[in-house]
Nanobody
């Protein structure tokens, strides 16, 4: 009933910038928190940044000061502006949305996108 699609990944040199987008669609009554995670090869999926419905952001220490998360509730979209990229930022980036689904009541259901690859060359 709900689809989440990321876009905006790619290859960039160290020090460069990229903006990721994530749009949710389907039987959405409301989206509460949205977040970006990343997973490097052979590693676990880690939280990068999250944002509440009221636009309160939170960041992991590794990206604080370099990445900015924002959202557009009217478009059911969340963004991740990534500046001063480092090779260690290389990973597949996943979007997560906590959704109240139409007809399912006021309970968060987790939906994930398929991921978008970000590669930072040194």
């Amino acid at each position: 009933q709900v689809h989440v699609v990321e876009s905006g990944g790619g290859l960039v040199q160290a020090g460069g910038s990229l903006t990721l987008s994530c749009a949710a669609s389907g039987s959405i009554f409301r989206i509460n928190a949205m977040a970006w995670y990343r997973q490097a090869p052979g590693k676990q999926r880690d939280l990068v940044a999250s944002i509440t419905r009221g636009d309160v952001p939170s960041y992991s220490d590794s990206v604080k000061g370099r990445f900015t998360i924002s959202r557009d509730n009217a478009k059911n979209t969340v963004y991740l502006q990534m500046n001063s990229l480092k090779p260690e930022d290389t990973a597949v980036y996943y979007c997560n949305a906590k959704v109240w689904v139409i007809g399912w009541g006021p309970t968060d259901h987790d939906y994930w996108g398929q991921g978008t690859q970000v590669t930072v060359s040194s």
